[in-house]
């Protein structure tokens, strides 16, 4: 009975995607499902002349890539999945990168 462990110990870690939790990987792994799922409605709508409705895709996007951001910040391995949209979220004007944050924030308390 004393080597008996409780098997929600073992949900606690999962190993090889970085995160401490895996209810942070499911997070993770449904906003990824997400963002594929808009890609490829945007793709698709685009190329049967049916586009989907910009305001809404950029919406979408940006809240997709925030998730994939925020929840990164707790990852401790690699791939972080939000650096791959970089170009597309800079276009979009909602590009964040924390070592430009911390780098600027340095600088405004430099000139304080």
Do not use: W
Not at 52 to 78: G, I, P
């Amino acid at each position: 009975m004393c080597c008996r462990r409780n098997f929600s110990e073992y949900n606690l870690m999962s190993v090889y995607s970085g995160f401490v939790t895996r209810s942070l990987e499911t997070t993770y792994n449904k906003a990824l499902y997400n963002l594929l799922f808009l890609l490829q409605t945007k793709i698709y709508r685009n190329a049967t002349e049916h586009p989907l409705d910009e305001v809404l895709f950029t919406k979408y996007l940006k809240r997709l890539y925030q998730t994939l951001f925020e929840l990164e910040k707790s990852k401790h391995m690699a791939p972080k999945y939000s650096y791959a949209l970089k170009d597309l979220a800079t276009q979009y004007g909602f590009f964040e990168d924390e070592e430009l944050s911390l780098i600027h924030i340095c600088r405004c308390r430099r000139a304080i």
